[in-house]
Every structure is written in structure tokens, then in C-alpha cells.
């Protein structure tokens, strides 16, 4: 499962506290959600290329990036996958965990 390679991808760069929701049937714009924190725009930077990297090895390129580790989120759009790596003080003020409380957590 691409969301389950996108984690091993993360975790391989020390990504916390990663989560992934099963958006099927919640929503309309993708499958999963993988949220990731990153410690700070340098370690998003690398998370992001990580992601990019392995995924890309595996076939599947990033439809749309958006965000810059300057601005603490960064959204990697795969179509059937988005990933959000924030830092701690962004994931925390956007909350997605609580925006999508129904989504079943994978592990």
C-alpha cells in the first residue's frame, strides 16, 4: 500500500508521530491522509525529498506539491495518498487529527 511506503519513507528520516486516516468513503478529494511532524524547515525539506525519492522509485510521482518548509507545511498530493508533514506548532494549530476524528487510524 503506497501509504504504508510513504511511512516507512518518514520514519527512515525521523519523521513523529506519523498517523495515517482511511479517508475512503469520507471523502472525495483522496483514499488516505498520511500526517507527519517534521522538528523544523530543514527536516521537513529533507522529509519532503525522502518521500519524493522513494516513492518515485516505486513508480508513482507527486501529481502536486504545495507549501515550503518555510511556512512549517508542506502538502505532497499523490492523488490516491496525500501526505501533510507539519512542524509541531502547525499540526497542532491546524488539527487535522480532529478535522477528520472519523476517519479510521491505520497502522
Not at 5 to 28: H, P, T
Not at 46 to 63: H, I, K
Not at 89 to 99: C, G, P, V
Request: hydrophobic letters at 40%; glycine letters at 4%; a negative charge.
Amino acid at each position: 500500500m503506497l501509504a504504508r511506503k510513504a511511512k516507512e519513507a518518514l520514519e527512515d528520516r525521523k519523521a513523529d508521530n506519523i498517523l495515517i486516516l482511511d479517508m475512503q468513503g469520507l471523502s472525495s478529494i483522496t483514499d488516505f491522509y498520511l500526517i507527519a511532524t517534521g522538528h523544523n524547515a530543514p527536516h521537513l525539506r529533507a522529509l519532503a525529498e525522502e518521500l519524493d525519492r522513494r516513492l518515485g522509485a516505486e513508480g508513482t510521482r507527486c501529481y502536486r506539491m504545495a507549501g515550503t518548509p518555510e511556512s512549517e507545511w508542506m502538502v505532497a498530493d499523490y492523488v490516491d495518498l496525500v501526505v501533510h508533514i507539519f512542524t509541531p506548532r502547525t499540526r497542532t494549530f491546524y488539527d487535522l487529527e480532529r478535522l477528520w476524528c472519523d476517519a479510521p487510524r491505520l497502522k
